[in-house]
């Protein structure tokens, strides 16, 4: 019988101790996550912004696609339940996740207007089309859903 209670208070021990770490680790695995995905829109961005010429606004221009992948929870990765993306000098992303805390990442890059000021997103599939244009600043990459 104390062996029983021994087995079992020793289980309950190990797996507070490896619970919490795990969810470090998807938490951890939602920031990387977060952070490529905002690399990708960079990347689309500055590749737009250096190999086209921006068009008049109204004229359809150079276009690139990017597909976005909000995960919705797994084993690995902890759950986002909303992602915002916002343009500026760069991009900037703010994933708010299941549990509660907000990752932000930003990368620079050309001037990004984001349709409507941002986009939210909830978890799955979606695509984005970045187009660049002239405004009265210069050119600009502007990103709406596709």
């Known amino acids: 019988m104390i062996r029983v209670v021994l087995a079992c208070l020793l289980t309950v021990a190990i797996a507070s101790v490896a619970f919490p770490a795990a969810d470090a680790a998807r938490a951890d695995a939602t920031t990387v996550e977060v952070g490529t995905i905002a690399n990708d829109i960079a990347h689309a961005a500055a590749s737009l912004a250096a ?3 921006p068009t008049p606004t109204g004229l359809a221009g150079a276009r690139r696609y990017v597909a976005v992948s909000v995960p919705s929870g797994s084993w690995r990765a902890a ?6 993306i916002r343009g500026g000098d760069g991009v ?14 930003r990368v620079g890059g050309p001037r990004v207007r984001v349709a409507g000021e941002r986009l939210v997103f909830a978890p799955g599939e979606h695509r984005l089309r970045l187009t660049l244009q002239a405004d009265s600043a210069g050119p600009v990459v502007v990103v709406e859903p596709a």
């Open 92 to 105: 900037e992303l703010a994933a708010t996740t299941a549990s509660g805390p907000t990752v932000v990442r």
């Open 51 to 53: 190999t086209e010429d």
């Open 79 to 84: 759950g986002v339940s909303r992602l915002t």
